[in-house]
């Protein structure tokens, strides 16, 4: 019994810490958070990140036959006794045809001189390779950062918009206790009653209906960045200019950006969308801008 009982405490242990492992607390995060942790962790960018590595690696690989081969041998030989051959009977000296250790070392060195046009000409290829490669990751951090910021005002729409339902459920319903109390006194119809129940019940549809928007905005927010769909992220309204702190030129030595100073934000077509309608809790789409100019 005491075994048994040993046995139940463990396992009511492990399922206990297993419940609170998978309910984590909420995230608080801003835009900016959002936006520079979906840099690091969306699979998108990280794939880019690796197709940079892949054509660098190509590129070396190709750099490196045009450089010159080095060839190195060496070997050691030891016999049981050196080996002379007496031409003259002894004590005249003999010919010593090896020792007893004898021993090899060869070194060269291959310079290839008719591949190198070919090989140089591919290395160019694979170096414009390595370019299109920073500029498709350019294109896949603009391109999160978008995602990101669209998400994040959906669902600090969404959630505005559940507020307000609740707001509605809890006016209806004291106006439908206004109404029975009315009715109960003979002020108003038994229509009127309805009305005010069909209203409330209406409310609570849409609140239903506000509150599973922002369940799915929040998980589809959560997936863009790279954490898990259960992640609770709760987000935090911050200052917009916060963003660019978080969306700066991170290289500039590559072409598609050498024109741009470090210290400029690559994300300045949101400018003036989030200081126009971000103030508003909702996102249009159709009038944000974009251009790779």
């Not at 009982?5 to 608080?28: I, Q």
């Not at 190509?58 to 450089?67: D, N, S, Y």
């Not at 005002?153 to 109404?179: C, H, I, M």
């Not at 969306?247 to 024109?259: E, F, L, V």
Request: glycine letters at 6%; a neutral charge; aromatic letters at 8%.
């Amino acid at each position: 019994m005491r075994f048994f009982s040993a046995g139940v405490v463990l396992m009511g242990l492990s399922s206990s810490s297993a419940v609170a492992f998978a309910e984590e607390a909420p995230r608080k995060m801003n835009l900016a958070d959002c936006v520079s942790e979906a840099l690091v962790k969306n699979p998108d960018v990280q794939t880019a990140h690796d197709e940079i590595a892949v054509a660098t690696a190509q590129r070396w690989e190709v750099g490196g036959q045009m450089l010159p081969r080095f060839r190195v041998e060496a070997s050691m030989q030891v016999w049981g006794a050196p080996y002379v051959i007496q031409f003259q009977p002894p004590p005249a000296p003999g010919l010593t045809f090896h020792d007893q250790f004898t021993w090899t070392f060869t070194a060269q060195m291959i310079q290839p001189l008719t591949p190198l046009i070919p090989l140089l000409e591919q290395y160019h290829v694979r170096d414009v390779g390595v370019d299109i490669a920073h500029i498709r990751r350019d294109v896949a951090h603009r391109d999160i950062a978008y995602r990101v910021i669209e998400t994040y005002y959906r669902l600090l729409e969404s959630q505005r918009l559940a507020e307000v339902a609740v707001t509605s459920v809890d006016q209806l319903t004291g106006q439908l206790k206004q109404a029975n109390s009315f009715h109960d006194s003979g002020v108003v119809s038994k229509d009127d009653v309805l009305r005010a129940e069909l209203a409330l019940a209406n409310a609570k549809q849409r609140a239903i209906q506000t509150r599973g928007q922002v369940t799915l905005w929040r998980a589809r927010l959560a997936t863009i960045i790279g954490l898990s769909p259960s992640t609770t992220i709760d987000i935090v309204p911050s200052p917009y200019p916060a963003i660019f702190s978080a969306m700066s030129i991170r290289d500039p030595a590559r072409p598609a950006i050498a024109a741009t100073s470090p210290g400029t934000p690559w994300f300045g077509p949101y400018i003036s969308y989030s200081r126009t309608c971000g103030a508003l809790g909702t996102l249009k789409t159709e009038a944000m801008t974009f251009s790779t100019s």
